[in-house]
T-cell receptor, first 113, second 112 residues
Framework: DTAVSQTPKYLVTQMGNDKSIKCEQN?????MYWYKQDSKKFLKIMFS???????INETVPNRFSPKSPDKAHLNLHINSLELGDSAVYFC????????????FGEGSRLTVL | SQQGEEDPQALSIQEGENATMNCSYK?????LQWYRQNSGRGLVHLIL?????REKHSGRLRVTLDTSKKSSSLLITASRAADTASYFC????????????FGKGTTLSVSS
């Protein structure tokens, strides 16, 4: 069983479209995260949820909207996609918020044309 | 920002050699972690060292931490081709409502 799974693995879309990425963890963790990895492999925290409550919202455009229907799921919806949104988006989870080991999904590579 | 900076950015070695990667950070930390990322994959946790520890071992991995210099090093001994990957350090401030902050990574290439 995959601990942290995210879908889809690849998205190719046109500028202006809306897309969603889904993430699920079966580790029983309370905290989930979205990280963005750019073409230079730099990883930046975007959002963090603890037991369905948003606790970190970095300076991310409001075109990005996370949703956590329950503590095992954290989805990311992106409106009006721009070229600069092209990146790999990683979902992760941890047992304790802000510390300890992170468990990552395999990433979702978004390409905006 | 307490973002870590890894050094070197890229490292190429032969199988059997040791690989050393360094990480520097800016603010006080609760712990420091190292992660590996194989090409096209997610990050995998390797080792965690707490701020009150100076050295830690796990198999062929040896991590050191110098909080006075705000730096850490990851040593991989007797490297193998399978060690080819990017390696990232990550720090946390131990405060609620924060997340791990990752460095820019070192890309290690081990040739056979």
């Amino acid at each position: 069983d995959t601990a942290v799974s995210q879908t889809p693995k690849y998205l190719v879309t046109q500028m202006g479209n809306d897309k969603s990425i889904k993430c699920e963890q079966n580790l029983g963790h309370d905290t989930m995260y979205w990280y963005k990895q750019d073409s230079k492999k730099f990883l930046k925290i975007m959002f963090s949820y603890n037991n369905k409550e948003l606790i970190i919202n970095e300076t991310v455009p409001n075109r990005f909207s996370p949703k956590s229907p329950d503590k095992a799921h954290l989805n990311l919806h992106i409106n009006s996609l721009e070229l600069g949104d092209s990146a790999v988006y990683f979902c992760a989870s941890s047992q304790v918020s802000g510390r300890g080991e992170l468990f990552f999904g395999e990433g979702s590579r978004l390409t905006v044309l | 920002s307490q973002q870590g900076e890894e050094d070197p950015q890229a490292l190429s070695i032969q199988e059997g050699e040791n690989a050393t990667m360094n990480c520097s950070y800016k603010t006080s930390i609760n712990n420091l972690q190292w992660y590996r990322q194989n090409s096209g994959r997610g990050l995998v946790h390797l080792i965690l060292i707490r701020s009150n520890e100076r050295e830690k071992h796990s198999g062929r991995l040896r991590v050191t931490l110098d909080t006075s210099k705000k730096s850490s090093s990851l040593l991989i001994t007797a490297s193998r081709a399978a060690d080819t990957a990017s390696y990232f350090c990550a720090t946390d401030a131990g405060q609620a409502g924060t997340a791990l902050i990752f460095g820019k990574g070192t890309t290690l290439s081990v040739s056979s």
